[in-house]
């Protein structure tokens, strides 16, 4: 139980695209989703906190207006990296919160998203 | 923001030793997570803890919830190859907000 998918896997994209990463929860609902970045051989970096059917609350420092979040039901999240540059290449991993078990968060696989 | 001082950054051991490794806070937290983490995947959650001095395994793993709350240890007993990879730990101080701060991480290598 407890499984945590995203789509795509991987993905290359030109700079000035923009790229949208699905986060599926499974086997369970979720009312709260994560969105996470993480650098090679650093730790998660949390972006933005996701609840169904309203709007996503982010970090300090990461721009709403470049990472669109939206989360339309109880087992999908999606995440829109808008006008894509370079700097932005990175692995992003979502996760989701059981609702009776709200501390404890089940990972996606992870994107690994490369801009050109 | 908060932050979590996880130690050791990485070790080198035997296969068939114990490992150990802890991380501490200057605040308090509500609650403890172990997670591993592949390359190229996500991590996967090992243990949670929520009570203070709760002490809890999953076979070879043992993790304890630190009596101040404000550290927490892993455990790897007899450790095999597939050990291999990066142990996060990550805690909850927020309360409501379900948010988790992860520590930098642990990076593990067993050699056989």
């Known amino acids: 139980g407890a499984v945590v998918s995203q789509h795509p896997s991987w993905v290359i994209c030109k700079s000035g695209t923009s790229v949208k990463i699905e986060c599926r929860s499974l086997d369970f609902q979720a009312t709260t989703m994560f969105w996470y970045r993480q650098f090679p051989k650093q730790s998660l970096m949390l972006m933005a906190t996701s609840n169904e059917g309203s709007k996503a609350t982010y970090e300090q420092g990461v721009e709403k207006d470049k990472f669109l979040i939206n989360h339309a039901s109880l087992t999908l999240s999606t995440l829109t990296v808008t006008s894509a540059h370079p700097e932005d290449s990175s692995f992003y991993i979502c996760s989701a919160s059981l609702l009776a078990q709200i501390y404890e968060q089940y990972f996606g696989p992870g994107t690994r998203l490369t801009v050109t | 923001g908060q932050q979590l001082n996880q130690s050791p950054q990485s070790m080198f051991i035997q296969e068939g030793e114990d490992v150990s490794m802890n991380c501490t806070s200057s605040s308090i937290f509500n609650t403890w997570l172990w997670y591993k983490q592949d390359p190229g995947e996500g991590p996967v959650l090992l243990i949670a803890?929520?009570?203070?001095?709760e002490l809890t395994s999953n076979g070879r793993l043992t993790a304890q919830f630190g009596i101040t709350r404000k550290d927490s240890f892993l455990n790897i007993s007899a450790s095999i190859p597939s050990d291999v990879g990066i142990y996060f730990c990550?805690?909850?101080?927020?309360?409501?907000?379900?948010?988790?701060?992860f520590g930098s991480g642990t990076q593990l290598t067993v050699l056989p």
């Open positions: 990550a805690g909850d101080f927020s309360g409501s907000a379900r948010q988790l701060t």
């Open positions: 803890l929520y009570k203070a001095g």
